[in-house]
């Protein structure tokens, strides 16, 4: 039987040649995803998906997709994909564990610098020829002597405070209920957001950290302080950082993630709030983490190497389940 997969967003030309030699290969080449309505089409009696995070994979979508074998993500993060819902289905689940954790930990800490030093209103100062040499303003504040805390100290947690420890902060905090790194000192949460002048999020959205970093976490955070958030959206209560902008008990807010992306949760907010994109003390990516062109390369040939592993009869090698045969 001749073996379909779909690729939800475009693709090298070297991936998808490497997929055409295991099936026909129905892949989106544009930007923009396709619609729910048009991959449950799509999806239909396809045997392979690679999926990105632009999808949402939940029992719906599945009873759609009676032939498929394997969902393959070319992420990390799959809270967006439903893995009991897939093994339940008989459908293998694999992700890419950690091509992603380099690149991200540098735009997190590249994120943190824009914020800190004002790089952002010192652009736009420039860009509107105000700029007529040395003036005394825009002064922000460095990592060097600063207090910084890392929440999740996962692998891209870990590769944040290998950054950081080149940067002679005064202290490196961690938040973690199980890890605990070198040159790291462990406290709570709550300690963490009342010490540190620079805190940045990378834990995965589950559960338990849905909001993490709230309204009353935000009330009793150092003031001035400043937040990056590389972890989810979710992790952060958009609204509530809006609020302690507002009234300056937050120096600063960058994210390369928005609440809006989570679609594994049906009341996500539509869009970030506008309010929150119109404060100057923000700094914002388009989820760029991973956006380093020889890592998506190696991202999309890790996720071809698992369809292709399951359709010549081996198990996905990056599987995070293990479905029964359908």
Sequence with gaps: MQHKIIVTNPVHDAVRDRLAAVGTVDMNSAIEPWSPAELAARIADASAMMGFMTDRVDAALLRAAPNLRIVACALKGFDNYDVDACTRSGVWVSIVPDLLTEPTAELAVGLG?????????????????????????????GLHGSVASVIGLGKVGQAIVDRLAGFGCARILGVDPVASPAGVTNVSLEDALAASDFVFVGV???????????????????????????????????????????????????????????????????????????????????????????????????????????????????????????
Excluded: C
């Design 113 to 141: 610098i824009t914020l800190a030093r004002n790089i952002m209103p010192g652009d736009r100062y420039i860009r509107a020829q105000a700029f007529h040499g040395w003036r005394a303003h825009l002064y922000g504040q």
């Design 204 to 326: 995965p959205l589950t559960g338990q950290t849905r909001h993490l970093i709230g309204a009353a976490q935000l009330a009793k955070a150092k003031p001035g302080q400043l937040i990056i958030n590389v972890g989810r959206g979710s992790v952060v209560d958009e609204e509530a950082i809006a609020d302690a902008l507002e009234a300056n008990r937050l120096g600063g807010y960058a994210a390369d993630v928005f609440e809006f992306e989570d679609w594994g949760l049906s009341d996500r907010p539509e869009a970030i709030p506008p309010r929150l994109l119109a404060h100057p003390a923000t700094v914002f990516t388009p989820h760029l983490g991973s956006a380093v062109r020889n890592v998506r390369l190696a991202i999309e040939h890790r996720a071809a190497d698992n369809i292709i592993a399951l359709l010549e009869g081996k198990p996905p090698g990056d599987a995070i389940n293990r479905p029964a045969p359908r």
